[in-house]
């Protein structure tokens, strides 16, 4: 059984670097700051999604380098399990509700399931286009694979035939998605958001109009603090801003809760001018519902409190020296993965390999109404 050790991991990292980790055959962890884990033998390109496990501390990373990683996160050491891969970047993973399989989606138009007892691959999905998506929905009467792609189709497979059993056509590609059940939010070019109801079996069930002005890049629906019940969702934007949006009024039924806030943008100290950046990922708090995360092109990650529309605390540690791409919290909420590496924003010239590729561990301790560091 899972026994949160959080405490432990990171007083233990903090004796020193020199005595290292014991144990045959583990990676070292590295006190890359105060309070900081960066795993070791990680990809060699920039991440595409990370997600801890439903059942245990594995953590795994997709990247664009074709590789999906996964690490066993414990309280003395922190462990490389094993790695596959596919013939294109990795665009997206997820894992099976009883954490015993990792679904994973690629440039290379297929979806794979990685066995991690095995440690064997097979492919159980197909595209006519990259797929930029892949999220299990286990249901009261069903369970299957539903993938999204840039040949514009939304697609649920039960892994038993070769065909998908349900299939949407979109008007334009998907660029991310969230399941929270039985609601299933899709975002699309051209700003499109689109909501599924997932019971019995899925059926769209409204395209919505976001607050957003500019390219939509990340999705993630909130729930209500009591019942878990999903209320609405987070979008985050390309332009440095993200829209907290209730499509049919939040739990009090007023339309009117739905609002936007400027984030992850730095104001040169000798001007007034301002560089905006992406918001790559955002994510919901498992415990303290009302509470997420944003991760920035500017190399940040940042702690909102949802019902307070305020910020709670930037990155503990120092700025990233490239975007932070993605981020994930573990299943009890106490500890929060990160992954840096460049975002592209400004093209090949800005490209610099030798500031690396790090995925990173620490400890969350913020809970809604404590504001620290800005």
């Not at 105060?34 to 245990?56: I, Y």
């Amino acid at each position: 059984m899972y026994q949160s050790k959080t405490g432990q991991l990171f007083q233990t990292l903090a004796v020193g670097a020199s005595g290292g980790i014991a144990g045959t055959g583990l990676q070292q962890a590295v006190k890359k700051e105060t309070g900081v884990v960066e795993l070791q033998a990680g990809p060699k390109d920039s991440v595409s999604h990370l997600e801890f496990s439903p059942a245990s501390n594995h953590l795994i990373a997709s990247s664009w380098d074709g590789t999906v990683t996964c690490w066993d996160i414990q309280a003395t050491n922190t462990q490389l399990l094993a790695q596959q891969s596919h013939d294109g970047p990795v665009l997206d993973c997820a894992w099976h509700s009883d954490g015993t399989k990792v679904f994973t989606g690629s440039g290379d138009k297929l979806a794979k399931v990685w066995d991690l007892q095995s440690n064997q691959t097979i492919a159980v999905a197909q595209h006519d286009a990259a797929i930029k998506t892949v999220h299990w929905v286990q249901g009261q009467s069903y369970q299957c694979l539903m993938t999204g792609s840039w040949d514009k189709t939304l697609k649920f497979w039960d892994l038993r035939t070769a065909t998908p059993s349900v299939q949407f056509q979109l008007p334009e590609r998907v660029f991310g998605a969230d399941v929270a059940w039985p609601l299933a939010v899709v975002i699309t070019a051209n700003r499109g958001v689109h909501c599924y109801n997932l019971d019995p079996l899925p059926s769209h069930a409204m395209q919505c109009e976001t607050l957003l002005k500019h390219q939509l890049r990340s999705v993630s629906i909130c729930r209500d603090k009591n019942t878990a019940h999903p209320t609405g969702f987070a979008l985050g934007c390309i332009e440095g801003r993200v829209a907290v949006e209730f499509p049919g009024g939040d739990k009090s039924g007023k339309a009117d809760s739905t609002f936007q806030f400027k984030c992850h943008r730095q104001t040169d100290g000798s001007s007034s001018v301002q560089d905006i950046y992406a918001v790559h990922d955002i994510m919901f708090h498992p415990v303290h519902r009302g509470l997420f995360v944003t991760c920035g092109g500017d190399g940040q990650y940042s702690y909102w409190d949802k019902d307070a529309r305020v910020k709670l605390q930037q990155s503990p540690t120092q700025r990233q020296p490239q975007a932070v791409t993605a981020g994930c919290f573990s299943t009890q909420g106490d500890l929060f993965a990160y992954a840096s590496g460049y975002d592209w924003a400004k093209g090949y010239a800005h490209a610099s390999p030798q500031k690396g590729y790090h995925v990173c561990v620490t400890k969350c301790e913020v809970q809604p109404g404590q504001r620290g560091r800005k």
